[in-house]
C-alpha cells in the first residue's frame, strides 16, 4: 500500500490521538476506523515511548496484519517460540514504511521516538478471545516486570542497529 492510500490524519486528529495516548495508563490510543463487526479492520494507533504491547500473535490463516509508518520511528520485533528476538524491522519515512507480520508470528514494537503513529491493517472480524494470544514467555502488561522487559527490548534494538 502507497501512502497515497493511507487514510490522512488533519493536524487535529494527530494532536487529539496523542492527547489520547498521553492520558491512558498504556501510553496508546487506537482510533479504529473500521465498523463494529467489520472484515477489514484499520486502526490508527497513537504511542508514546513507553508504551509496552506484550509480545503477541494472531491466530488465525487470514490474521496478517500489515503495519505502516505514519510518523516517528518503531522498531517492529518479531520473536521465536522461545522467546528469543528473530528479526526487528525499523520503521520510518524514507526507509522501510510498511511491514507484513505474517499470521502466528510473534510480534510487538518499541518506540525509537517520543511518539510515533502507525496505521494497521488486518481481515478477519474482532473477537476479543480469538484476536491474539498473548506470549506465555513474556510480562504481562502494566507490571513491574514490563519495565524492564520493554527496557531490554529497547537495548536489544539499539545494539542491532549499532552493529548495521
Known amino acids: 500500500m502507497s501512502d497515497s492510500k493511507i487514510p490522512q490524519l488533519s493536524e487535529r486528529e494527530t494532536e487529539e490521538g496523542l492527547s489520547q495516548a498521553r492520558s491512558s495508563p ?3 490510543y487506537p ?7 467489520a472484515e477489514f479492520n484499520q486502526v490508527f494507533n497513537f504511542m508514546l515511548s513507553d508504551s509496552y504491547m506484550q509480545p503477541h500473535l494472531h491466530p488465525g490463516e487470514e490474521k496478517i496484519e500489515e503495519i505502516y509508518i505514519v510518523e516517528g520511528r518503531v522498531a517492529t520485533i518479531f520473536f521465536d517460540d ?8 525499523i520503521l520510518e519515512k524514507g526507509g522501510v514504511q510498511c511491514v507484513r ?3 502466528f508470528a510473534w510480534h510487538t514494537y518499541v518506540m525509537l521516538t ?9 481481515m478477519g472480524v474482532y473477537e476479543p478471545t480469538t484476536w491474539k494470544r498473548f506470549a506465555p514467555w513474556a510480562p504481562k502488561e502494566d507490571t513491574t516486570e514490563s519495565d524492564a522487559y520493554l527496557m531490554s527490548l529497547r537495548d536489544s534494538v539499539q ?3 549499532l552493529a548495521t
Open 114 to 122: 517520543d511518539s510515533a503513529i502507525t496505521y494497521e491493517t488486518m
Open 26 to 28: 498504556r501510553h496508546r
Open 101 to 103: 507480520v505474517p499470521a
Open 31 to 37: 482510533k479504529l476506523l473500521h465498523q463494529h463487526g
Open 82 to 89: 522461545q522467546g528469543a528476538v528473530s528479526d526487528v524491522v
Open 159 to 161: 545494539k542491532r542497529l
